[in-house]
């Protein structure tokens, strides 16, 4: 899904966009295909904020449920924070183009879920993705546009089994002609189903944009990943598992 609003001709502008298809969202494990697997907790949100305390966002306790959050800027202020995720897709969008103002512009969606199911042999998530970041800088060396997608799979039989895999993609003034500014691909993350737990995972998909010219930069992984609840704490322990489903 492209939003793509540019700025004006010589205006400083900083854009990022990520997609996820999750209509390529699988989950397969050992030899087994679709054996008895039951899906819990699933949920999807999204978030935006133009960089003030308290952002904008809505959430389901589903994957089918349409979300959308948007956020623009009022008068002189072109910034544009818009979320949205379907049954097919989770999408995110920054722009800005408001350099005077000091404002960043964050965008997230993502979705969680955990399962159980019956089998043996690891255990594979994966999902594909495409995103793509733009920047025509200002006057100063801090304006950045950033995005990264994030997939997580913990295993709470297992505390010691918790993997992710991430794509980034970084530009700032420095940078602009010398380092890509698309991606697209898969990410994957194998477990191997060794315990008598649920097995769990979060989905991420994340859109900075800043040309304010004030030193913020996109926080750390650890800090988005843990900062909302990933998974509920306290499940019941089962009997090892191992399934196959495609989504």
């Given at each position: 899904?492209?939003?793509?609003?540019?700025?004006?001709?010589?205006?400083?502008?900083?854009?990022?966009?990520?997609?996820?298809?999750?209509?390529?969202?699988?989950?397969?494990?050992?030899?087994?295909?679709?054996?008895?697997?039951?899906?819990?907790?699933?949920?999807?949100?999204?978030?935006?904020?133009?960089?003030?305390?308290?952002?904008?966002?809505?959430?389901?306790?589903?994957?089918?449920?349409?979300?959308t959050s948007l956020q623009t800027?009022?008068?002189?202020?072109?910034?544009?924070?818009?979320?949205?995720?379907?049954?097919?897709?989770?999408?995110?969008?920054?722009?800005?183009?408001?350099?005077?103002?000091?404002?960043?512009?964050?965008?997230?969606?993502?979705?969680?879920?955990?399962?159980?199911?019956?089998?043996?042999?690891?255990?594979?998530?994966s999902v594909d993705y495409s995103?793509?970041?733009?920047?025509?800088?200002?006057?100063?060396?801090?304006?950045?546009?950033?995005?990264?997608?994030?997939?997580?799979?913990?295993d709470f039989g297992d505390p010691?089994?918790?993997?992710?895999?991430?794509?980034?993609?970084?530009?700032?003034?420095?940078?602009?002609?010398?380092?890509?500014?698309?991606?697209?691909?898969?990410?994957?993350?194998?477990?191997?189903?060794?315990?008598?737990?649920?097995?769990?995972?979060?989905?991420?998909?994340?859109?900075?944009?800043?040309?304010?010219?004030?030193?913020?930069?996109?926080?750390?992984?650890?800090?988005?990943?843990?900062?909302?609840?990933?998974?509920?704490?306290?499940?019941?322990?089962?009997?090892?598992?191992?399934?196959?489903?495609?989504?």
């Amino acid at each position: 899904m492209a939003f793509n609003h540019g700025a004006a001709a010589g205006s400083a502008s900083s854009t990022a966009e990520v997609s996820v298809d999750w209509r390529s969202f699988r989950v397969t494990s050992g030899t087994d295909v679709n054996a008895g697997i039951a899906w819990y907790d699933r949920s999807s949100r999204v978030d935006t904020r133009l960089d003030t305390p308290y952002g904008d966002g809505t959430y389901s306790s589903d994957w089918v449920t349409p979300l959308t959050s948007l956020q623009t800027g009022s008068g002189i202020r072109s910034l544009i924070s818009k979320a949205d995720v379907d049954p097919d897709l989770l999408h995110a969008y920054s722009q800005d183009s408001d350099p005077a103002y000091g404002d960043a512009v964050t965008t997230e969606s993502y979705r969680t879920g955990s399962f159980t199911g019956s089998g043996t042999g690891a255990t594979t998530f994966s999902v594909d993705y495409s995103m793509s970041i733009g920047l025509v800088p200002g006057s100063e060396m801090n304006d950045v546009a950033a995005a990264w997608v994030l997939l997580v799979v913990n295993d709470f039989g297992d505390p010691n089994q918790a993997m992710s895999s991430r794509k980034d993609l970084f530009l700032n003034a420095n940078l602009v002609g010398q380092v890509p500014t698309q991606a697209s691909g898969t990410l994957s993350v194998t477990l191997p189903t060794t315990s008598i737990g649920r097995i769990s995972f979060k989905v991420t998909s994340h859109a900075y944009a800043n040309v304010s010219g004030v030193s913020q930069v996109p926080l750390p992984a650890s800090a988005w990943l843990f900062g909302s609840a990933l998974l509920a704490p306290g499940w019941l322990r089962l009997r090892q598992r191992s399934t196959s489903v495609r989504i």
